[in-house]
C-alpha cells in the first residue's frame, strides 16, 4: 500500500504478544519497535519478539513504557536490547494523563501538549525516525 500510494513511511500497530498475528505483523517491515513494560512478562515477551526480529532479519528498537515503576527491571530490559543490538529509543514514565486523554478520545498531545509525558512521547518519535533502522 505505501509503494502504491508513494509514502516513504507507514506505521502499523501489530498485536501484542509473539504468537502468529505477530509473525505476520512483521514480515514485510522494515523496522520494528518494540514497546514493553519493566515486568517479567515485558521482558519475556520482548525477548521473544526481538528473536522474532533477529530471525527475520528486521531491524529493532526498544520503548520501556511505565520505566519508572520497576526501574531494575527496565535496566534488565536495556541490557537485553543491547544483546539484540536494539537501540532503546526512549523511557516513558507512568502517567495518569494517558487513560485521561483515552476517556476524552483523544490523544496525548490533544489532551495534554504542555505534559512531560507528552514531551517523552515526542523525543521517542525523533529518535524512532531518525534510527539506523529507519534510515536503512
Request: proline share 7%; with cysteine.
Amino acid at each position: 500500500m505505501a509503494e502504491k500510494k508513494g509514502w516513504d513511511l507507514m506505521i502499523t500497530d501489530g498485536p501484542p504478544g509473539v504468537g502468529c498475528p505477530v509473525i505476520a505483523s512483521i514480515g514485510g517491515a522494515s523496522a520494528l519497535l518494540i514497546v514493553t513494560e519493566p515486568t517479567v512478562s515485558g521482558l519475556h515477551d520482548m525477548d521473544r519478539a526481538a528473536q522474532l526480529a533477529v530471525h527475520f532479519k528486521v531491524p529493532g528498537m526498544v520503548c520501556v513504557n511505565k520505566y519508572d515503576l520497576n526501574p531494575e527491571k527496565a535496566a534488565e530490559i536495556e541490557t537485553r536490547a543491547a544483546f539484540y543490538h536494539m537501540n532503546v529509543v526512549g523511557r516513558i514514565a507512568f502517567d495518569p494523563v494517558f487513560t485521561q486523554a483515552m476517556v476524552q478520545g483523544q490523544t496525548l498531545p490533544e489532551y495534554a501538549p504542555q505534559a512531560d509525558v507528552t514531551r517523552q512521547v515526542k523525543e521517542i518519535w525523533q529518535q524512532i525516525i531518525t534510527s539506523e533502522a529507519m534510515i536503512n
